[in-house]
């Protein structure tokens, strides 16, 4: 099993790529599982829907995320390339406001069995006008995404903190979000290449 996953903000073009690269990973016959934070089985989705559309305060959003991931994780069901959209960066990212929050949330990081620690994360970096660009284009935001879309630099920092803080054997790789979906797309096939997760 080799674990990858997928971070960056909205309208970085993180659902096009995954969608791509499912694709890919058909017509090449590569065995695969594509899953989803929150969420990624029936139960852990209806609870996406309730943490999504709530408005908890965020030591609770930290929690109830690690608590829908753990509980993924404790049965989870895989085959060859596991593709997450989203993973434990994703907290990091968003939910992390102050020293405590990110001293918790890096704790409950470690608690993650060493096997689901991606080998490769793809993090599509943004800039803000391809942001807003994008934004005027596809319009409305679901109530979560919107709640965080004032807090584009600080979830980009901690996005850039992620590149540099070793966890495990990840490689983090930052990709320019504002290149064509051709492009970003080709970058992922040569870094799974590089890799060797796939040949
Ligand atoms: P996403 O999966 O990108 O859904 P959509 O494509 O429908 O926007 O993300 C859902 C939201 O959840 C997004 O705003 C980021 C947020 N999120 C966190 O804040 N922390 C987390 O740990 C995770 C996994 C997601």
């Given amino acids: 099993m080799h674990v990858i996953s997928f971070e960056g903000f909205e309208y970085s073009g993180k659902s096009t790529q995954i969608a791509l690269l499912k694709k890919f990973f058909i017509k090449k016959k590569i065995a695969s599982t594509f899953t989803r934070e929150p969420g990624g089985n029936k139960d852990l989705e209806k609870i996406r829907k309730i943490i999504l559309q709530s408005d908890f305060d965020n030591l ?49 990081i470690k608690q993650i069995h060493k096997k689901y620690i991606p080998r490769l994360t793809f993090y ?14 596809r319009g409305a935001l679901n ?30 790789i930052t990709i320019d979000a504002s290149q064509s979906k051709e492009l970003i797309h080709e970058e992922i096939i040569r870094n799974l290449k590089k890799w060797k997760l796939i040949k």
Avoid at 151 to 172: P, T
């Fill in 124 to 137: 599509f970096k943004m800039n803000r006008k391809t942001l807003l660009e994008r934004k005027n284009k």
């Fill in 60 to 108: 609770s959003l930290i929690l109830f995320f690690f608590a829908s991931r753990f509980s993924l994780l404790s049965s989870f069901k895989s085959n060859g390339i596991v593709v997450f959209d989203r993973f434990f960066d994703s907290t990091y990212a968003y939910q992390n406001f102050t020293t405590r929050d990110k001293q918790l949330i890096l704790n409950l």
């Fill in 143 to 172: 109530k979560f995404d919107k709640k965080y879309l004032g807090d584009f630099a600080r979830i980009q920092k901690n996005y850039n903190d992620l590149s540099k803080i070793k966890i495990g054997k990840r490689i983090f």
